[in-house]
């Protein structure tokens, strides 16, 4: 390599260079073997996430149940905290009806939103609907239950005579229209993942496009629109604001969608907003509440993965 | 008899499509009706006075001000936080990690985390960050809270940008002599950064939003000093919404939709951003 250079100062030079470059050349792999660990520390961000949120929800429910008991919570039927009666059935029973007035809202809306964008739409109409459709998706919640409360319940109240400021119906149909994207986008992506080769399979044997769509189509896709319904349930279970907003604060066993129910989530944020002292039996509620609703939501998540991976049709 | 069946499947043809095609009508009329409430019930209340006031007893001289100011700091320290974590751990699953059981265990955790309802992580925030790390009802509470809320949006969407950077251009990269690390700084990440960055935007807009989790760790309702550090008590916009709209006489919702079109203003402008880099940068090979 010295012969490159033709005085000796010169070679001194390129060999400090070549000395220079070659630690330069250690540190970077020395670096370079670091880093991977770093990236796995940020990784493993999201793994004591969930670790921590186990371990707040297990803990604090611990505390409840060491002064209510276990099953006084899942089996009473009356809500009232700050009088000491914690039976959590009301609670769940308002969530229920939440979720069964919002699937009953978007399931139709949804899915014949896909069905229209996938099998009569055409190219053009789908690329402008389809986005515009997602912005009802992007709304934050409070403006929801806003909509709920100011212009939903009015309207029900002029068609429902006797329906009170606060009730399940207002609250479940606008959780409905916020999950109908949700339903209808991934529905339209399963849709479309059906191979054409069947739809021009049918067409050849003379079926419309109705009979395409009802009979080859949406079997065909069936566990993709499955799992996305399930995962649209779990978000209304979840949802908090519009109900908070809309649906009042009365915890109530009922399946009537005109009284005033109170959610899992509504309460959390009831008494969240209150004075809730660290340690109090109100503040441990919050965390046996919310573990209820994690199971909850949790279970219908791994549902639909489960649907969506079981049942899956590859072509 | 058999022409007569055909037009029998073929006007139920037409009846389903016209049905089908008012189901989809139906979505999109509650959006318009949605924007035009907001409007109509807003528009009146939103002046310049409303945008730099602090909130009042009085609907006339309520303001959203302190909200707004709010609502910025608190994007900022989750775009610092949500931001250097994420990418780190797109970059860790997709060029790293090893095809093996804790990688997936990552992924499948990180799928599942999204489907968390957002008031539990308000839950999480309560126990860690305002009781156990001693942070208490600050505004740097709310932002670790919000940080991990959008954790799982922004790794998805960074993990989605890096896979769309062709191999081909990173075997050159190696090709000319440069280290895996030099590849991804100063080839990959260079790439994917458009997509990145919509990604990002995306999930701050979706955390601008948020109310239920930031009412668990204890964002104030009303505050009449603006927050001046990381330790501030402070508000945000979707609060202050939905104390407006809490309220029983019919002049608070006209404040609560002023606040609501401001909101909506900002969330319309950070989605044309988003759109506007995917646009302008993104290339495609």
Wanted: hydrophobic share 50%; no cysteine; aromatic share 10%.
């Amino acid at each position: 390599m010295s012969r490159v250079s033709t005085t000796s100062s010169q070679t001194v030079d390129v060999r400090s260079l070549l000395e220079n470059k070659r630690s330069k050349k250690l540190k970077m792999r020395k670096l370079e073997n670091i880093i991977p660990y770093l990236l796995l520390l940020s990784a493993l961000v999201s793994i004591l996430t969930t670790a921590g949120i186990l371990f707040t929800l297990l803990r604090e429910t611990f505390g409840f149940f060491s002064e209510v008991s276990f099953v006084e919570f899942y089996t009473g039927t009356n809500w009232s905290p700050w009088s000491g009666e914690f039976g959590v059935l009301p609670l769940i029973g308002g969530t229920l009806l939440i979720t069964v007035i919002a699937t009953l809202v978007a399931v139709p809306l949804g899915l014949m939103s896909a069905i229209f964008l996938s099998e009569y739409a055409s190219e053009r109409v789908r690329k402008v609907i389809k986005p515009i459709l997602e912005i009802l998706a992007g709304i934050p919640t409070v403006v929801y239950g806003y909509f709920a409360l100011t212009f939903i319940t009015p309207i029900l109240q002029a068609i429902i005579p006797g329906l009170s400021i606060f009730n399940a119906l207002s609250g479940g149909i606008v959780v409905g229209v916020m999950i109908v994207p949700m339903v209808a986008s991934l529905s339209e992506d399963a849709m479309n993942a059906v191979p054409n080769s069947l739809r021009e399979g049918a067409y050849a044997l003379g079926a419309t496009r109705l009979e395409v769509a009802m009979k080859v189509v949406v079997p065909a896709a069936l566990s993709g629109i499955i799992a996305a319904i399930v995962l649209a349930i779990s978000r209304a279970i979840g949802e908090t604001m519009i109900v908070t907003i809309a649906a009042g604060a009365t915890p109530n066993l009922t399946m009537n969608p005109a009284e005033s129910v109170q959610t899992m989530t509504a309460f959390i944020v009831q008494a969240a907003t209150g004075d809730t002292t660290y340690g109090s039996i109100i503040y441990y509620s919050l965390y046996a509440v919310g573990i209820t609703l994690f199971v909850f939501t949790m279970l219908m998540n791994l549902l639909s993965q489960y649907i969506s991976r079981k049942f899956r049709e590859e072509y | 008899m058999e022409s007569k069946n055909l037009n029998g499947r073929v006007l139920k043809n037409r009846v389903m499509k016209t049905l089908f095609f008012s189901a989809t009508v139906i979505a999109l009329v509650f959006l318009v009706l949605l924007f035009y409430r907001v409007l109509s019930q807003g528009w009146g209340y939103l002046n310049w006075n409303y945008i730099t006031s602090f909130p009042a007893p009085y609907p006339e001289e309520a303001g959203i001000w302190p909200g707004m100011i709010g609502s910025l700091m608190l994007m900022g320290v989750v775009a610092v936080v949500a931001v250097t974590i994420g990418i780190s751990t797109a970059i860790y699953l997709e060029e790293y990690s090893p095809k093996n059981k804790l990688a997936d265990f990552i992924r499948v955790n990180i799928q599942n985390l999204a489907g968390v309802p957002s008031i539990v992580f308000g839950l999480l925030g309560l126990t860690f960050f305002v009781y156990l790390f001693g942070i208490g009802y600050r505004l740097l509470a709310g932002g670790l809270t919000m940080a991990l809320l959008i954790l799982p949006v922004v790794v998805v969407s960074s993990q989605e940008a890096l896979r769309s950077v062709p191999t081909e251009v990173k075997e050159a990269s190696y090709g000319m002599g440069a280290s895996k690390w030099q590849t991804i700084v100063r080839v990959i990440l260079p790439a994917a950064l458009p997509g990145i960055l919509t990604g990002i935007i995306l999930s701050l807009s979706r955390g601008i939003g948020e109310t239920a989790p930031l009412i668990i760790v204890g964002a104030a309702t009303a505050i009449y000093t603006l927050p001046d550090s990381l330790l501030s008590k402070y508000t945000v916009m979707p609060i202050q919404i939905y104390k407006w709209t809490a309220r029983p006489q019919e002049e608070w919702q006209f404040v609560a939709a002023a606040g609501i079109i401001v909101l909506l203003i900002i969330l319309l402008l950070m989605n044309a951003i988003a759109v506007w880099i995917r646009n302008k940068y993104q290339t495609r090979y």
